[in-house]
């Protein structure tokens, strides 16, 4: 990994790389046979252009670009870390429309959640991985629901699965890459609205029931794909 990491510094690497991954998760796309379940919400917000907060696993984000009909990512931005990993997401979902806000709303993430704000009050709207971009796995942080106290935006919470995958078992995510050809389906739950006045121990009740909302839809389209499903993190690991 050493001998790795001067490598892809260079920026002409990351482009190839960026180009690499677009094609390829056009190629999954393209010759699977991918269904979406229970969209309507998140569909006729994008079409009405108005603001929602999309949100899912770091692990399932490959095909996220796609978890939309008719690809309404004009207005949609997505939460991304100042990493070199993130820079790397942050130039692939460019090639899908979808815009990127750079920072955390963990430590030292001030200036990414006032820019997510700004987004959301201009009628745009903006995705997290709540677990990210370090987890741990499959648990959700504050933030995302601090943003929708302060936006009003609703939180809509999705997962997806493929029949033929791997896992990259050692990723602290356990990321699941899809496999050409291969049967796919994305579910969405029901929207999640935070009241402006709540208080900390309402957003508390409100973050485990996202947390245990994405679970259960990643539990569930796991074993709609005849997966085993992958669990969370332990709760220590927070």
């Known amino acids: 990994m050493r001998v790795l990491k001067p490598v892809l510094r260079s920026g002409a690497v990351r482009a190839v790389l960026c180009g690499v991954g677009t094609l390829y998760i056009r190629l999954l796309w393209r010759s699977g046979r991918w269904e979406i379940r229970d969209a ?7 079409a009405e252009q108005r603001p929602f907060i999309g949100c899912f696993w770091h692990g399932r984000m490959l095909m996220m670009p796609f978890s939309l009909r008719g690809g309404r990512h004009s207005r949609l931005h997505m939460l991304i870390s100042s990493h070199r990993d993130g820079q790397l997401i942050a130039r692939t979902v460019k090639a899908f429309g979808i815009g990127s806000v750079t920072g955390s709303t963990r430590k030292g993430g001030a200036a990414a959640f006032r820019s997510i704000l700004r987004l959301l009050r201009d009628d745009e709207s903006i995705c997290f ?15 995302i629901v601090q943003a ?15 029949r033929r995958a791997l896992v990259i ?31 900390d121990a309402t957003l508390e009740v409100l973050r485990r029931r996202l947390e245990n909302t994405l679970n259960g839809l990643t539990a569930e389209a796991d074993r709609l794909c005849g997966r085993d499903p992958i669990g969370p993190a332990p709760e220590t690991a927070r």
């Open 129 to 143: 991985t709540p677990d990210g971009p370090r987890g741990p796995r499959m648990r959700v942080s504050p933030g």
């Open 40 to 46: 309507g919400v998140a569909e006729r917000l994008a």
């Open 148 to 162: 929708a106290r302060l936006s009003g935006a609703p939180i809509l919470p999705v997962s997806y699965s493929a």
């Open 169 to 199: 078992s050692r990723s602290w995510d356990r990321f699941l890459v899809p496999l050409p050809f291969s049967r796919g389906l994305f579910l969405w739950g029901a929207p999640l609205e935070v009241p402006r006045d709540a208080d």
